[in-house]
């Protein structure tokens, strides 16, 4: 398949740089700095200074990284897995908070973050929608 390169954005940190992502047959190619990005030359140098951008293909393509939900087989600490559903975790993990909220209340249930550039909106939405304002966490402070 041809190589297809798409406009992105990082945000892996507040600086948000962005990006043009090669990929081609489904695969993460190489990805570098739009240089149309007006911000490039002048207050946005950190794109060419960062570690992470060249570390995104490893990242991305790691043989390593968890890719399906993962269940616990025997006892904690014991480092046995195995692969579910997304089915499967998302039912059980629904149970269980159902069961913790309906013996402790939606309060028992309290969460923290950094500055929340990623999905702030939705983890908030969540924890209303469960009925408890425990988020704490650098950008709530
Ligand atoms: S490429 Fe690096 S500097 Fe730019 S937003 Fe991502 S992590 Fe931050």
Same mark, same amino acid.
């Given at each position: ?23 081609? /047959? #489904? ?5 570098? &700095?739009?240089? =149309?990005?007006? *911000?490039? /030359?002048?207050?946005?140098? +950190?794109?060419? %200074?960062?570690? *992470?951008? +060249? ?7 790691? +043989? /390593?990284?968890? *890719? ?5 087989? #025997?006892? *904690?600490? &014991?480092?046995?897995? &195995? ?5 499967? %975790?998302? /039912? ?5 908070? #159902? &069961? ?5 209340? +939606?309060?028992?249930?309290?969460? =923290?973050? #950094? ?27």
């Amino acid at each position: 398949m041809a190589e297809q390169t798409a406009r992105s954005l990082c945000r892996l940190c507040n600086s948000r740089c962005r990006l043009l992502v090669h990929t081609s /047959d #489904g695969h993460l190619v190489k990805i570098e &700095e739009d240089r =149309t990005d007006p *911000r490039v /030359d002048h207050i946005f140098p +950190p794109t060419r %200074a960062c570690v *992470r951008l +060249p570390a995104a293909k490893e990242f991305v393509e790691h +043989p /390593d990284r968890v *890719r399906f939900p993962l269940k616990r087989k #025997g006892e *904690r600490g &014991e480092n046995r897995w &195995e692969t579910i559903s997304w089915a499967q %975790a998302t /039912d059980e993990i629904a149970a269980k908070l #159902g &069961e913790l909220v309906s013996k402790y209340g +939606p309060e028992t249930l309290a969460t =923290t973050s #950094g500055t929340g550039r990623t999905i702030l909106w939705v983890w908030k939405r969540f924890m209303n929608l469960l009925g408890s304002p425990n988020t704490a966490g650098q950008g709530t402070i």
